[in-house]
């Protein structure tokens, strides 16, 4: 919901450091690669209860995941570049959830699996709009320049940032806020599924 306002904020410091990069012969998907082993080991470090240290490999991997972009916009955007982007995103979304379960099961199991159940539906939301985005040749530039189509939603990546952040500072609510964050991704696909009818019914 927040991306398209926070573009004009974060995109220029990301670009100088992602041209920076590039002339520095760093390919951007390494820089996805990086982001992705920084997510995962976030999620080790919940199962073990070390939520500070979650905390920052969480910041490391987003930082990485907006830099992967930016040096692909300082050399070029491939398709397999976006490709490995959108999985190495939903893997690190995808863990971290089950890494609290891990942590606790009696406590966040049946939020947990709502939560990634949830992750499941919106992903598909978006994935297949991006599908028909691309068969009908739309473009959006509004999260950047991407390699697939990006529909607008009510959670988009800003606010799952926030949404992981918070769990690492709070995880004895994990339960509550899986619930609710869980029921947010619901509604973001009841509401892509809507914009898709209207689009392409």
Request: charged residues 15%; aromatic residues 12%.
């Amino acid at each position: 919901m927040f991306d398209h306002k926070l573009r004009p904020l974060i995109d220029p410091p990301l670009n100088r450091l992602g041209h920076r990069l590039a002339q520095a012969g760093v390919r951007a998907n390494h820089v996805t690669l990086a982001g992705l082993a920084f997510g995962l080991a976030a999620a080790l470090a919940i199962t073990q209860g070390v939520f500070w240290l979650a905390f920052m490999l969480i910041l490391a991997s987003r930082l990485a995941d907006g830099l992967d972009g930016a040096v692909a916009r300082a050399t070029r955007l491939s398709d397999f570049g976006g490709f490995l982007d959108i999985v190495a995103d939903f893997i690190t979304y995808a863990a971290i959830p089950l890494a609290f379960v891990w942590h606790d099961p009696g406590a966040n199991g049946l939020a947990g699996a709502f939560l990634l159940a949830s992750y499941y539906v919106n992903a598909a939301s978006f994935l297949g709009f991006a599908a028909l985005a691309e068969k009908q040749r739309m473009q959006t530039d509004a999260q950047g320049r991407k390699s697939i189509y990006f529909s607008s939603g009510l959670l988009e990546g800003a606010e799952t940032i926030v949404f992981m952040l918070l769990l690492c500072l709070l995880p004895a609510a994990f339960a509550a806020l899986a619930w609710g964050f869980g029921a947010l991704c619901l509604l973001t696909a009841a509401v892509r599924l809507i914009e898709a009818a209207r689009r392409f019914g």
